[in-house]
């Protein structure tokens, strides 16, 4: 029965909050959903007076990122998961007009030190390398934030979706904050096997629905994915296309083994995807 | 054999031994071991570059240094070595042995001008006569089984040796120095026998033995092996052992109880639990009956001398076996659940174009479906061998650096060859190649241990995997051998030959990716650790 961890915890940087923390059983399927308070006060020992105050920004429920307080929803996976409250101290985020982002790593509930921005339009408003914070005011018009397909940090994840904790609109990769504005923004960033903590799901293999009882293993999904994607884009079909291209009297006999050898790889590719595939309906 | 007690008169010599150690060298670890037995001391060090042998030197002031040469290619590097301990002072006797050495010395020593001797075929009692007369005064030139040079500078042999008919004498390897406890599954060498009772014509065992007047398989008795087995399990906490025997099974009906003997044995003391074992055996002993005894008692994985799938080949390696042999036992070992690699030949110096072909349509039946690695390479006329002596007779004998080569009956194959050694080099030949990935990871998804239960979809990604990596190998060779085949003078860099080339290296990519799919799987399946441990 997999266990679902519940904590408090500051953002970005992890530290937990308060005295929650506790394993909660769960059931594998079933649906988890968790309250939490939108303000969060600790005692200050520095300053009895005025207590520590946190915001509620975000919940991380078995995988799920959401942002309504008191419906913290996700789906328990047959793994140990988590269910993080995520809140930021107030007073802490008041830096003018940017945009500032972050690479939250969900499989491993954290956020990680790369930058998610791939590019930025206008481009004056971003200064490259592993900045995180994307300027309001330089350049003129929107900002179109297009996220980084992976981190270096978050091994084996892609980026999922933007998750704009303020203002701003998703598109794909692309998040869109208006002119002036400021805001926060995780990109979310999921891989298919952690070896750990495994949400089920938003683990983009899963989405296509289990095949049967025997569903494979998300990392035999992921392999098998990867051995059909780099088939499907296998310079075979560039050999193959290029022969064609060619004067039909220049085609010579040694160019069609070419693409019939190259071909012919690609399908043992494929006939191990099949064999793997065949195992796991069999039940090994 | 000279067994003669300490006296006061006589010292204990001092003896350095060189010597490779990817698994335990247990061929200078019973050297050290006899030496100790009879009152020497015996060091032992890794064979690479001169430092750490120059410094074991200078600490112990060695009376003897012994190197084990184990491939002739090598050498010159052994030269090297040699010749910067002597420069940094080393002023011990020099000595080295090994299947190259014991039959050509005179070439050895020629090779090697620091050499003092060359030690002979087994070395126990010749290296305990050579340290007990270098350290008594006695004149070493009359230790039976050595070569020497003269004064003249030509070598001289003395008389040959009698190898000891029991191995029960030999005290047991010395492993003092090895870490097992610093690895994270442990794997032991471990020898059962000495010896081979076939007459394989590429392979120099037998003569060597022959050397030593120690014809056929001499086996120990059981119980002191499993007595051995149960102290690197119990106290040395191996959970691997690695059957260095030439043919576990080799010997007839006797060798099979002897196997039987060791493995009821193994199971009555409860090693079975927790201890698994890698055997080399040949096709026509890897049968389920011989077997089975041994899967119970912890058998997983076996070394297959296949050599090659076509029956012309078969009669010239002289492996008295057809090629149906194989694929029987190929099945035996499905049926059993045992990993299994082989050694296979694809080419021999008496190849055809249609040979080679048969031999890969062998290899597709024989494992096309991936269960294990497809290995394949070249023979190489090792000396003492019946193969080498028989291309010096047809006159095809080159030799050029004391490496000896050959060129095919059919020049076309002497393209193919080229070209193949070229395509398939990152895949069977390099270090740390393809190939040597696929068979450990096979070793790998078979052990089956208490801690690292065995995984049956980590095993058929593997098997998946190293199939779809077989079969590509497979069409890209046929295709290179229609080339040939079809053109008058093909050239090991002709476009279509360069295409295939480009083609399997793009593959072989693609199989390394999915390689390291693999381990990251079989970390996750806790099976860190024990990766190549079969090769």
Redesign the interface.
Same mark, same amino acid.
């Given at each position: 029965m997999p266990n679902i961890h519940r904590t408090n915890r500051q953002f970005p940087d992890g530290a937990q909050i308060g005295a929650t923390d506790e394993n909660i059983p769960g059931t594998a399927g079933s649906p988890a959903t968790f309250s939490t308070d939108v303000d969060f006060f600790l005692p200050n020992p520095g300053d009895p007076a005025h207590p520590l105050h946190y915001r509620f920004l975000f919940w991380n429920v078995c995988g799920t990122i959401g942002n309504d307080a008191h419906h913290g929803n996700g789906t328990v996976p047959s793994t140990d998961t988590v269910a993080t409250a995520w809140y930021v101290p107030v007073g802490v985020g008041d830096g003018g007009a940017a945009i500032a982002t972050f690479a939250f790593w969900v499989e491993h509930d954290r956020v990680v030190p790369d930058t998610p921005i791939q590019s930025v339009n206008p481009a004056a408003a971003w200064a490259g390398g592993n900045n995180t914070v994307v300027s309001s005011t330089a350049g003129s018009g929107p900002r179109m934030i297009t996220a980084k397909n992976s981190v270096p940090t978050a091994t084996n994840a892609t980026f999922d979706h933007w998750f704009p904790l303020g203002a701003g609109s998703a598109s794909a990769a692309v998040l869109t904050v208006a002119e002036g504005g400021s805001t926060w923004a995780l990109a979310l960033y999921q891989h298919h096997?952690s070896?750990g903590f495994r949400p089920g799901k938003n683990d983009p293999t899963t989405k296509p629905g289990p095949i049967s009882k025997f569903d494979?293993?998300p990392? #035999?999904r992921? *392999?098998l994915i990867?051995?059909l994607t =780099?088939a499907q884009t296998?310079?075979a079909a560039d050999r193959l296309t290029q022969v064609l291209k060619k004067e039909q009297s220049s085609i010579s006999a #040694?160019d069609l *083994?070419?693409v019939a050898?190259?071909l =012919?790889?690609n399908i043992?590719?494929l006939?191990?995807?099949v064999?793997?595939i065949n195992?796991?309906l069999e039940g090994? | 054999m000279s067994d003669r007690p300490m006296t006061e008169s006589r010292r204990a010599a001092r003896v350095l031994l060189v010597a490779f150690e990817d698994q335990d060298n247990l061929g200078v670890r019973y050297l050290a071991s006899f030496l100790r037995k009879h009152g020497h001391q015996a060091t032992i060090v890794a064979f690479g570059n001169a430092a750490p042998v120059i410094e074991a030197a200078a600490r112990i002031d060695p009376d003897i240094i012994g190197f084990s040469l184990i491939f002739q290619y090598m050498v010159p590097e052994f030269r090297d070595v040699i010749a910067e301990l002597r420069a940094a002072g080393a002023r011990g006797h020099v000595t080295i042995g090994g299947h190259y050495a014991s039959f050509e010395p005179a070439a050895l020593l020629a090779a090697i001008p620091d050499l003092d001797s060359v030690v002979r075929f087994e070395g126990e009692e010749t290296l305990l006569d050579l340290a007990t007369a270098l350290v008594t005064g006695a004149d070493w030139h009359s230790v039976p089984g050595i070569a020497f040079r003269e004064d003249g500078g030509k070598a001289a042999l003395t008389a040959p040796r009698q190898g000891t008919k029991t191995l029960d004498d030999y005290p047991w390897p010395d492993r003092d120095d090895i870490r097992y406890e610093e690895q994270e599954t442990p794997v032991a060498s471990i020898l059962g026998s000495r010896g081979c009772p076939w007459k394989c014509s590429f392979c120099s065992i037998i003569t060597f033995y022959d050397g030593n007047g120690t014809k056929g398989r001499r086996r120990r008795d059981p119980i002191d092996v499993v007595d051995e087995m149960e102290h690197l399990h119990r106290d040395r906490g191996v959970e691997i052992l690695l059957w260095q025997d030439d043919d576990f099974l080799g010997g007839g009906r006797d060798a099979i109880r002897w196997a039987h003997t060791v493995a009821s044995e193994s199971i009555k003391r409860g090693l079975h639990h927790s201890l698994r074992w890698k055997i080399s055996c040949r096709s026509d002993e890897a049968k389920l009956s011989s077997l089975a005894p041994l899967v119970d008692a912890g058998l997983t994985h076996v070394y297959l001398g296949v050599e090659s799938g076509d029956a012309n080949d078969l009669r010239d390696l002289n492996k008295l076996l057809l090629p149906d042999v194989h694929l029987r036992a190929g099945e035996a070992l499905r049926e059993l659940g045992l990993s299994f690699d082989f050694g296979f030949m694809l080419l021999q110096p008496w190849s055809t174009l249609q040979s080679v072909r048969n031999n890969i349509n062998f290899l597709r039946r024989f494992v096309g479906d991936g269960y294990t690695g497809a290995t394949f390479c070249r023979m190489l006329p090792y000396v003492g061998t019946a193969a080498e002596k028989r291309l010096r007779d047809e006159g095809r004998l080159f030799e050029h650096d004391l490496r000896a080569d050959y060129l095919f009956l059919d020049p076309k194959l002497d393209a193919f060859y080229t070209w193949m050694l070229d395509t398939f080099a990152c895949r069977n030949f390099d270090s740390g190649n393809t190939l040597s990935w696929l068979c450990s990871l096979t070793f790998d998804s078979h052990l089956d241990l208490p801690h690292r239960p065995a995984s049956p979809s980590f095993r058929a990604a593997v098997q998946a995997v190293t199939g779809a990596n077989n079969r590509t190998a497979f069409d890209i060779l046929e295709s290179g051998l229609d080339y040939v085949e079809r053109t008058a003078e093909p050239g090991p860099d002709d476009d279509f030959l360069r295409m295939l080339t480009e083609i399997y290296h793009d593959h072989d990519a693609r199989t390394r990716s999915d390689i390291e799919s693999l381990r990251e799987m079989a970390e996750g399946n806790s099976h860190r650790g024990t990766l190549a441990c079969a090769s």
């Open positions: 096997d070896g494979p293993s990392i #035999d992921t *392999r990867d051995i =780099k296998h310079p #040694d *083994r070419g050898v190259e =012919k790889a043992n590719r006939q191990s995807a064999e793997l195992a796991k090994k | -």
